[in-house]
């Protein structure tokens, strides 16, 4: 899975070819953390990511 960004100990990843993974989303990892966040809603809708760090990936 590709890295998309880095910033403040946040790595996010994504999946680029369409229908491979649906519906679209990305993965973020926080040290032991993780979430996946849907594209379109912008909810995270798995995953253990601290309060904090869901705010950082939504304002990125």
């Not at 040290?31 to 798995?46: A, D, P, R």
Request: proline share 8%.
């Amino acid at each position: 899975m590709p890295e998309i960004s880095r910033f403040y100990g946040l790595v996010v990843k994504m999946f680029f070819k369409p229908k491979e993974h649906e519906p679209p989303h990305i993965h973020v990892l926080y040290g032991e953390f993780n979430g996946i966040f849907e594209i379109q809603s912008k909810l995270m809708t798995e995953g253990d990511l601290p309060g904090k760090a869901q705010q950082m990936v939504l304002e990125w």
